[in-house]
């Protein structure tokens, strides 16, 4: 089976400061893995994804995340946090094993202050 | 713009009441799921569907069968509806494992 780890519950951050979102998996196969972000009374939205090839990938809103094999991690980053950036961030997995399943991670809350 | 729409955003029901939540699609994606959001627990997966009236169990899926007669439409059905299934459905759907998925709004479900 399948599954995703966010350790931290909720990270706090200022303004400007680089933020990361730890996200670790376990799968049988390839993994392909994915983040998202949930504003208050919203769906999900899609940040970005891993599927093959460079290890750090660039998504929306100037997020970024690096795949690291050895360690089964994806952690989500930004170089300099903003406000609005204050949000639930979840972070999913899928794999060429396990079907079209995709399985997500017990969320972290970011919160950025001023 | 892509679209996948939840029938309903707020639902209050009976305990033992028949529960449908319904989700449509337009993108022609081949799978749905099925999740419930609780505070603490992230997205848990009940079901999902790679096929018209194919289906897999999820994490959680006591309580809870599911329909997919048409490609574009996955319904939740609760059987009998209980209060411990108080809680945020999200209903989603991908054309692949290596694709993101598209979520609706959501529907929070009450049931009392």
């Known amino acids: 089976a399948q599954s995703v780890a966010q350790p931290e519950d909720q990270v706090n951050v200022a303004e400007g400061n680089p933020l990361t979102v730890k996200c670790t998996y376990s799968?049988?196969?390839?993994?392909?893995l994915f983040w998202y972000v949930q504003y208050p009374n919203r769906g999900l939205q899609f940040l970005l994804k891993y599927i093959t090839g460079d290890n750090l990938v660039k998504g929306s809103y100037g997020f970024e995340a690096e795949f690291n094999k050895s360690q089964t991690s994806f952690h989500l980053k930004k170089p300099s946090a903003l406000v609005s950036d204050s949000a639930l961030y979840f972070c999913a997995v899928s794999s060429n094993n396990a079907g079209n399943m995709l399985t997500f991670g017990g969320g972290t809350r970011l919160m950025v202050k001023p | 713009d892509v679209k996948v729409t939840q029938s309903s955003r707020y639902l209050v029901k009976r305990t033992g009441e028949k529960v449908f939540l319904e989700c449509v699609q337009d993108m022609d994606h081949e799978n749905m799921f099925w999740y419930r959001q609780d505070p603490g627990l992230g997205l848990r997966l009940i079901y999902f569907s790679y096929d018209v009236k194919m289906k897999e169990k999820g994490d959680i899926p006591e309580g809870y069968s599911v329909s997919r007669e048409k490609k574009e439409r996955f319904s939740l059905i609760l059987e009998s509806a209980s209060t411990n299934q108080t809680s945020m459905y999200l209903c989603?759907?991908?054309?692949?494992?290596?694709?993101?998925?598209?979520f609706g709004q959501g529907t929070r479900l009450t049931v009392v």
């Open positions: 799968v049988s196969g390839n993994p392909y």
């Open positions: 989603a759907s991908s054309s692949g494992s290596y694709t993101e998925a598209f």
